[in-house]
């Protein structure tokens, strides 16, 4: 059995492809399974990833159908043989200790879930900047997830992390399938926070996230309502699982507003109006049954939610006033 299966969802991918793959390939723990799943490439993306497997017999391909990168990578969990599940975008950059370190980290505290920082990487500038995912949540040693829920406000960042295998099928922890969609990374984390007893976060950043690829859903406006899918799916799992829903409802709605903030200030100036209805319609459900409570208003002034939904159009004005940054997945 492999350490570690890396599930590598592939979509039109050749520009930054080959430094994915090198990096990958380069780990310092040897003992990976690498995943390479061709979600219907029109470019030459699996060209090259089956020039890579002639080199290294750890590379397995599959190679289907557009599907999304739900599906994708749910099908790259369903085959992966490791002790642990990474997910890994074939436009960033590993460094070559990621996988070594974080595995040593698993074992040593008997852990389902160890991440570790990452840059965010400009490569047509050369610059980096270190995210402030672990000083942000305060925590450097294994803990719950519970008892600082700050980690559920961090960046999704499932490509920063690994995932005990048995804990992911144990716990029927999956992404949204949604066709076509994006930000699947949301549920998927949001769910595995709340189900995992403990986990560890690495101050390290072991990962170069691109911020500067042209293909990124974070770039397409076209998705906006994919947002709401995933917190659609969130709610689905917290009733089916009342004892987390009583904990975790008021940070899934902090999240959730704080998403379609982020959301609709990225939009367009012509696709805001079509978007704000969805989300004020959203909270004035909320807020008018009570769901918003002191927990809510100690991270969203509460003025604030009355504007937005009371007078969609002041609030859409005032939003210029706004600077907020929702991480999202990149790829489409």
């Known amino acids: 059995m492999a350490k570690i299966s890396v599930i590598i969802p592939i979509y039109n991918s050749e520009r930054f492809l080959r430094e994915a793959l090198d990096s990958v390939i380069s780990q310092t723990l040897p003992d990976i399974e690498i995943i390479c799943i061709n979600d219907g ?4 993306s699996l060209e090259i990833v089956n020039q890579y497997a002639l080199k290294d017999e750890r590379i397995k391909i599959i190679d289907k159908p557009n599907e999304g990168y739900g599906k994708t990578i749910n099908r790259g ?53 270190k995210s402030g995912l672990v000083s942000k949540c305060a925590k450097k040693q294994a803990f719950c997830p519970k008892d600082n829920l700050k980690i559920f406000t961090a960046h999704a960042s499932i490509w920063a992390g ?5 804990f992911l099928d144990k716990n029927n922890i999956r992404l949204l399938e949604t066709e076509g969609a994006s930000y699947q990374d949301m549920s998927f984390t949001f769910k595995v926070l709340a189900t995992v007893d403990k986990m560890y976060l690495l101050d390290e950043a072991l990962l170069y996230y691109r911020q500067d690829n042209p293909n990124s859903s974070v770039n397409n406006p076209k998705k906006m309502y994919c947002v709401c899918d995933e917190y659609e799916e969130i ?16 940070q899934k709605l902090i999240n959730q507003y704080r998403a379609y903030l982020w959301n609709l200030k990225r939009l367009s100036d012509d696709l805001k109006p079509e978007f704000l209805p969805r989300f004020s319609n959203e909270f004035q459900f909320y807020y008018y049954k009570g769901e918003l409570t002191k927990e809510f208003f100690k991270s969203i002034k509460k003025r604030d939610l009355e504007l937005l939904v009371e007078d969609k159009e002041k609030f859409l004005k005032k939003l210029e006033g706004y600077c907020f940054f929702w991480g999202g997945r990149k790829n489409g």
């Open 41 to 44: 490439s029109t470019d030459n």
């Open 77 to 129: 969990l369903d085959e992966a043989k490791g002790e642990f599940a990474a997910v890994f975008e074939p436009d960033d950059i590993l460094d070559k200790t990621i996988y070594e370190k974080l595995y040593a980290i698993a074992k040593k505290e008997n852990l389902d879930v160890v991440k570790c920082n990452f840059y965010n990487y400009w490569s047509l500038k050369n610059k980096k900047k």
């Open 162 to 166: 690994i995932y005990r295998k048995s």
């Open 235 to 250: 709610g689905r799992f917290l009733d089916e699982n009342p004892e987390k829903k009583e904990i975790f409802t008021p």
